[in-house]
């Protein structure tokens, strides 16, 4: 149960389609009871309802909901690639101003077979949504690290070996 000195905790999953991470958030999210936020679901609701060519909007409208939900001492869960350092600093720059915490967990598959078999076997959550290709996924751009961050590579480890590296990793019960 929170306490009233306790800070809200902003997590930034990052990583590449099919690595594990939205598996992983989600598990997070049921476990702590934080809040969930997912940056494909939020783009496909900006194309499906207002027919947005999608830039940065998904990640800005993002932003807003977090902010929101930190501000009343909610904890959230932020689901996205979050590939390029811009992002990482917005993220970060939430988390400062709604007197939060935040933790970075870089989700990686490393092994470029599996990794490509989780792209291309991928179930679409909508319909109309288009899935990455694995050529999408090596064209990415990508900026590397510059902050500390927690990486858990599910390459070789089944969802419940990952999720409970995780959680050994941010130190929750």
């Known amino acids: 149960m929170k306490t009233i000195s306790s800070k809200p905790l902003l997590y930034l999953f ?16 049921q476990h702590t009871g ?9 783009e496909q609701a900006l ?8 830039q940065g909007e998904g ?7 977090a902010a929101d939900n ?16 811009l992002t990482r600093d ?8 709604n007197d939060a915490r935040w933790i970075h967990v870089d989700i990686v598959c490393t092994d470029p077979d599996e990794h490509r078999r989780r792209v291309e076997t991928r179930l679409q959550t909508h319909s109309d949504q288009s899935m990455p290709t694995w050529e999408d996924v090596c064209s ?17 480890a089944t969802v419940e070996e990952s999720f409970q590296n995780l959680l050994k990793q ?4």
């Open 140 to 156: 990415r751009e990508i900026h590397p690290w510059t902050r500390p961050r927690l990486i858990i590579d599910t390459a070789h």
């Open 70 to 85: 930190l501000r009343i001492g909610l904890s959230v869960i932020a689901d996205c690639c979050n590939p390029i350092e």
């Open 14 to 29: 990052a990583g590449l389609p099919g690595s594990g991470k939205t598996t992983l958030a989600q598990r997070l999210a």
């Open 90 to 97: 917005e993220w970060e720059d939430v988390a400062r101003l």
């Open 59 to 65: 990640y800005r409208l993002a932003y807003r909901i």
């Open 34 to 42: 934080a809040l969930f936020l997912r940056i494909d679901t939020i």
């Open 47 to 54: 194309r499906d309802l207002c027919g947005v060519d999608v």
């Open 170 to 173: 941010t130190s929750i019960p």
